[in-house]
């Protein structure tokens, strides 16, 4: 992580969209509303309103992508070094927009939220959402925010489910869309391990059909459920050279009791604790199930011909080790919006990291991004 | 799976071995014994005790590897295709023995078997073993049914591991091993799965520390234990080949709620719920501890050089789309002992199946383990 400037000090800013009677028409077939958006901005519009670009966030991210906060706390945004003046998203030029997810627990209205017709939170009465939901709130959003047009979405995992979606809901208002590390509809293999992943939230007894106070609830499932899942966002590699088989205690009886860990087993028991305190059970719940509804040729015909009601630019981003979403499906993305008529590209990521390179590779990520963005007018 | 006859009705039978004051120094530095032993055998012991093939069996396996145990219930055996008269492990040469683990819960001694001392199941109680204790039982069981020496010892996974702690413990027994998809010290990426598979176990409120009823105890975490790990025995590539999206309800409601579920899922969910039928909870939390414990370097020197107390024949068995024990180790496994001075061969088994091909690809493996057989006088 670079230590300079980037987009320096930011702030969470909120907007209010979908009030009734004008709320959402969900995918599930409720009507929803009002829907609070949390979202941040970096750069400036310009008068026409076409220089924005849209970041979408991954499962546990949320609308903090550059930048910090505070001065005292300079904890910078999880794509920090991709967005800045003169960096491969150039706030310079344009107009860097990134919101939380409907559904999730970062401002934007999710399960933990205030059922404004209760004064109750959510919890398990918030409607199943999916993909395209979310993307409709970002519509409304950007709609607010006066932006007319969008020279590129990106975004990685359920960040490049969103970008897909965006390109088929939305087309004509897009130049440019760069899918990473994601599929066009979620494999059975990520179903699966999103499903082992909610049942250890639900088999939690502290989960209580969802009804916990927020910020407490099913702790430990939803740990679990985050050690399941940071596995799956690494490579067997990345694991065999960040601890190998380093034993956490030097003591020969520790070695032979269960109480006894090796480092990676405490890296994935932190891992665990840090997710309890920043993110929430149901919240976990909802996006791991909207992404597993997502399937861009639902209702829409033939998977490979849906491809092509977008025919602008397309950067397709690959992961060499990543096991969770394999490059073939990035690949797929690639040929089917160039066999449907768009200006389509592949380029593979090379690097050990897993799934997870899209949020550590930034030097690779910063060159190819900014050479894909310089062809876009 | 054939329908011939292969080995046809067999049995399983029991030895006791281990007896105080003989009783078994485990690695753990606790005394244990008595020790009785399920076991199987095919084909006959010659009369110089010299033709035996040894099987060893996987995380839930049984000693049951080939055959049926009556007419009624023609359940074959895990290997029942490689194993008869004229197959892979011709049982018209050899003398083929395959018996359940120490800690397992197929009949030989392990959580749920009863303490002779206190007239109680061991549950948690038990001493944490290692794949080396589970080969000195072995061991006892072979000398007691007149074995002298061993022409291969092969398995896969948990059997993999082991036959390689064979060839490091008893290397003049053996003409030759067959390693197939494992490691000669478990990965860290391993490590991390089986540690997130023993927490649904733990935190299940019916584990009670262990002191369940055998029988009863922590249903639900077993069950997605199972399903953790049964996501990790596939590919990618065979969950999509096998389910891909296949919704399990033509209800549209049902898909827009958490109660509707893929056919991946229910998948899981019987999967989970077949192995709480016949495994024991403490059985899976001591075994996949063990393989974590496995190095065959450990307190023996450099990893490389180890594999040298090994000079016989060895063919070691990759799978193409495991990504639990990816091939680069077995092909590791074949280098170094190559490198040592062993007769020393790689196979790769070209397959869709992830991990579990082992289990599936008779065919292939016939073939190819057959060929490397007819190689041993």
């Known amino acids: 992580m670079k230590l300079d400037k980037g987009v320096g000090l930011v702030e969470t800013k909120y907007e209010t969209v979908a009030v009734p009677p004008n709320d959402l028409q969900l995918e599930c077939g409720t009507r929803f509303g009002p829907v609070t958006v949390a979202y941040e901005t970096y750069g400036e519009l310009n008068d026409r309103g076409d220089n924005c670009i849209l970041v979408l966030h991954a499962l546990t991210g949320d609308a903090h992508v550059a930048g910090w906060h505070s001065e005292e706390d300079r904890k910078p945004g999880w794509w920090h070094d991709l967005i800045g003046p003169g960096r491969a998203l150039d706030t ?55 932006v007319k047009h969008i020279k590129a979405a990106i975004g990685g995992s359920m960040g490049g489910m969103q970008v897909l979606e965006w390109a088929m809901m939305y087309p004509g208002m897009l130049d440019a869309v760069i899918p990473i590390a994601t599929s066009g509809r979620l494999s059975a293999q990520c179903i699966a391990f999103n499903a082992v992943q909610r049942q250890a ?128 499906y990035q690949e797929e993305i690639y040929r089917y919006f160039k066999d449907n008529g ?24 910063s060159r190819k991004i900014g050479q894909f963005m310089a062809t876009i007018s």
Chains 1, 2 share one sequence.
């Not at 768009?342 to 990520?365: N, Q, R, V």
């Open 92 to 146: 310079g030029k344009y107009f860097v927009v990134c919101s939380n997810v409907l559904g999730g627990c970062y401002g934007t209205t999710g399960p933990p939220s205030i059922n404004p017709d209760t004064g109750k939170f959510y919890g398990p009465d918030f409607p199943v959402i999916t993909i395209r939901d979310m993307v409709k709130v970002q519509y409304l959003l950007l709609k607010k925010l006066g």
């Open 342 to 365: 768009a200006e389509s590209y592949y380029w593979e990521l090379e690097s050990p990291y897993g799934h997870d390179a899209f949020l550590i590779e930034f030097d690779k990520m």
């Open 201 to 328: 939230i639900l088999m939690d007894p502290e989960y209580k059909e969802g009804r916990y106070e927020p910020g407490k609830g099913p702790c430990r499932g939803l740990a679990l459920a985050r050690q399941i899942g940071t596995i799956t966002y690494k490579s067997d590699e990345s694991w065999a050279f960040k601890f190998g088989r380093t034993f956490s205690s030097l003591r020969e009886e520790d070695y032979y009791c269960f109480d006894g860990k090796f480092e990676v087993e405490n890296y994935l028991d932190y891992q665990g604790e840090k997710l309890v305190k920043r993110f929430d059970a149901n919240s976990y719940l909802y996006l791991t199930k909207a992404m597993d509804l997502h399937d861009i040729s639902r209702g829409r015909g033939n998977y490979s011909k849906v491809f092509s009601r977008f025919r602008g630019k397309v950067l397709t981003i690959g992961i060499s080790s990543d096991f969770l979403y394999p490059k073939h």
